[in-house]
C-alpha cells in the first residue's frame, strides 16, 4: 500500500544549529515534493516544491533534498531560529497526470533558545 | 490580496445536524480543494474542484457528505446527520491551476467543527 511517512513526530533543537527533519515514501513514484508550515490553529504554509528530477532545492535558511532511489526527501532548516518552531508537512503528488497531494502526518518542530 | 477566507472558523452543532461550511477562494484559482484534518492525523483529501470538470470526489468519506462549488468561486462542504466522528478541522486551499502543475497550494484558516 502506498504510505508517506515523516519519521519523528517531534524534534527539539537549540537555536542556532540545523534541524532535518525526514520524509519517507513507498509505493509512489512522485512528479514532485512540497513542503509545507502549519502552525497551531491555521492553515498549512508553502515553502518549498521539489521536482522529481532534482536533487536539491534552497531558499534562504531552508534547504530540500529528493532521493529518488531512497524514496526519500530530507528538510534543512540551517541556523534556527525560536520563530522556527512549527509543524512541517511533506506532501506529494502521486504521479504525472495526478493532482492529489497526499500529505504526511506532520513533524513538530521546537527550537530551543 | 485577499487569501481564502473560510467561515465559520468554529462550528459546535448536536449529533444528527447537518452543518455547512463555506470556503472563498483565491480570486482567479481554478483549482479548489477540502481536506479534513483530525487532531494527530495528517491532512486528509476529502474533494477536489477543477475550473468547470466534474469535481474529484473519491475522498468523501460518506454519503452524508457532499460538496459544490458555485459559479467556479465559492465551495460549500455539507455534512448531513453529522456524527462525533466528524469532529475535526475542515480545511480548503486553492491553487491557480491543477495540483499536476506543481502549483502549491493557498489554505484557509479552517472551519474547527465540534459534534457533541
Known amino acids: 500500500s502506498q504510505k508517506i511517512e515523516q519519521n519523528s513526530e517531534a524534534l527539539n533543537i537549540q537555536e542556532g544549529k540545523t534541524a532535518t527533519l525526514t520524509c519517507n515514501y513507498t509505493?509512489?513514484?512522485?512528479?514532485?515534493l512540497q513542503w509545507y508550515r502549519q502552525d497551531p490553529g491555521r492553515g498549512p504554509v508553502f515553502l518549498l516544491l521539489i521536482r522529481e528530477n532534482e536533487k536539491e532545492k534552497r531558499k534562504e535558511r531552508l534547504k530540500v533534498t529528493f532521493d529518488t532511489t531512497l524514496k526519500q526527501s530530507l528538510f534543512h532548516i540551517t541556523a534556527s531560529q525560536p520563530a522556527d518552531s512549527a509543524t512541517y508537512l511533506c506532501a506529494l503528488i502521486s504521479g504525472a497526470g495526478s493532482y492529489q497531494l497526499t500529505f504526511g502526518k506532520g513533524t513538530k518542530l521546537s527550537v530551543i533558545p | 490580496g485577499a487569501g481564502v477566507s473560510q467561515s465559520p472558523s468554529n462550528k459546535v452543532t448536536e449529533k444528527g445536524k447537518d452543518v455547512e461550511l463555506r470556503c472563498d477562494p483565491i480570486s482567479g484559482h481554478t483549482a479548489l480543494y477540502w481536506y479534513r484534518q483530525s487532531l494527530g492525523q495528517g491532512l486528509e483529501f476529502l474533494i477536489y474542484?477543477?475550473?468547470?470538470?466534474?469535481?474529484?470526489k473519491s475522498g468523501l468519506p460518506s454519503d452524508r457528505f457532499s460538496a459544490e462549488r458555485t459559479g467556479g468561486s465559492v465551495s460549500t462542504l455539507t455534512i448531513q446527520r453529522t456524527q462525533q466522528e466528524d469532529s475535526a478541522v475542515y480545511l480548503c486551499a486553492s491553487s491557480l491551476n491543477s495540483a499536476s502543475a506543481g502549483n502549491e497550494q493557498f489554505f484557509g484558516p479552517g472551519t474547527r467543527l465540534t459534534v457533541l
Open positions: 474542484f477543477q475550473g468547470n470538470s466534474a469535481p474529484d
Open positions: 509505493n509512489y513514484s512522485p512528479a514532485y
